[in-house]
């Protein structure tokens, strides 16, 4: 590297840059684990509570958002959110059991503007996606609408039902039904259907027009009963109307694991993709409907629904979804009549020292070198340098003027007489670069600084400029290093 600050810089900037503060004591021991996400990369169950009105405030206690995580190590976490239109979510806390835990992140801020917010949740290098719909301003209460119907009783008009209703198996995401209503006053919705045959549709959000336009329904509860219509009331406001969703026989069937065709490649962190698929042979019993969804298992499910026209031998593909929480191979169950399991290879995450998040884009790799030396006596700088796989590269100093570094110790570039701390990233191929100045303030934190075996970890974010001097945001940025 020949863009970080060299020694003589360093003697300047003492007198120009950061402030030492204190602040909470950030966790020493990290949980690590992975957010579980569909095929399409949204979170799972992505479910969003509360009220979002353009310019007001947003309460923490009641504007949240739910997901899951797979926690393979117990211990503290911090899961966030990018900062979209002037809001974001976070939470903090500790898991004390592993496997499937359920997480409430917070709102802060004031949206500023109406419409679809889509925010990009982080946690220990896994990332999902969750939509937030902002109301314009004046429109934050409930939304006034009905729903269209024909007959007595009304039967929802132009009702449409999607996915398999099959006796006995779990409904999905995949089992909706869209309604149709009129909407004279924007605001929120939140309609749910009482039980019927074992099945609930329900649905939340806001409309943010007026007019006739859809309400789509998700089904959850597994269907019982006897095959054939079953018709399902809904009711909204003062209107009521009902649709009807057809439940059948599945088809009986036992699934061949040993000739399961993994494809793609799985990675402890990374997302599954559609590429991400499992082709597998199925003896199939009795014709008619199926669905097939394997349990979770490291943080991964394979599905698939269709059809089996007549029995015998039959070629189906599973699609995988969710995130690989840890390396190594792991035997994936499959119902059926006789269940069995086919395994899945993930590779080990690559070592992270370092990562943060510039805007949206996330970027994360491994120390090049970590100095510590005492510069001007008794200054003492750290230096830390690092690359990723694009071969883009961090580089940062952090200079202690009391001469040494302690836990909890806060390194910022607002303009001050105390501690200094200066920040480059470069971007392969010169396409851009961030570093700070004293009207940005981006803020550094030791964590811990273990003099034995001189390890030193901390946190960072705040602001920067880039090549442009155009302001950019840093957050979720981390690091850790070992030095001679």
Known sequence: MNKFIGISGLAILILTSCQKELSYEAPDTPAQGSLQSEVSGDCLPKTVNGTYEAGTQLVPANNTITINVNVIEAGNYLITTDT????????????????????????????????????????DSTYCDVQVTVLPSGAGGPAVYTLEGTGTPASCSGATASGNYIIGTPLNSSNQVTLSVNVTTIGTYNVSTTATNGMTFSGNGAFLSTGVQPLVLTGSGTPGGTPGAVTIPVTAGSSSCNFQVTTVTGATFSIDCASAVVNGDYQAGTALTASNTVDISVNVLTAGPYTISTSATNGMTFSASGTFAAPGTSNIQLAGSGTPAAGGTFNIPVPGTVACTFPVTCTAAPSVDWKFTAGTTTYQGSVSDVLLTTVLPPYLNLAYTGMDASFNEI??????VSG????????????????????????????????????????FKVTSHNTSTKTISGTFSGQVK???????????????GVYP
Not at 395 to 400: T, Y
């Open 84 to 123: 979209v239109d002037g809001f974001y979510f976070n939470a903090s806390g500790i898991f004390t059991t592993t496997g499937n835990n359920v997480v409430t992140l917070r709102a802060n801020g004031t949206p500023f503007a109406a419409g679809a917010k889509n925010f990009v949740v982080s946690f």
């Open 395 to 400: 580089g940062f100093n952090l200079v202690d």
């Open 404 to 443: 040494t570094i302690n836990n909890n110790e806060t390194y910022s570039t607002v303009i001050s007489t105390n501690n200094v701390c200066v920040f480059t990233f470069i971007i392969n191929g010169g396409t851009d670069d961030y570093s700070t100045d004293a009207t940005r303030n981006l803020t």
């Open 466 to 480: 880039n090549s442009a001097n155009a302001t950019v945001n840093i957050t979720n940025g981390t690091f850790t």
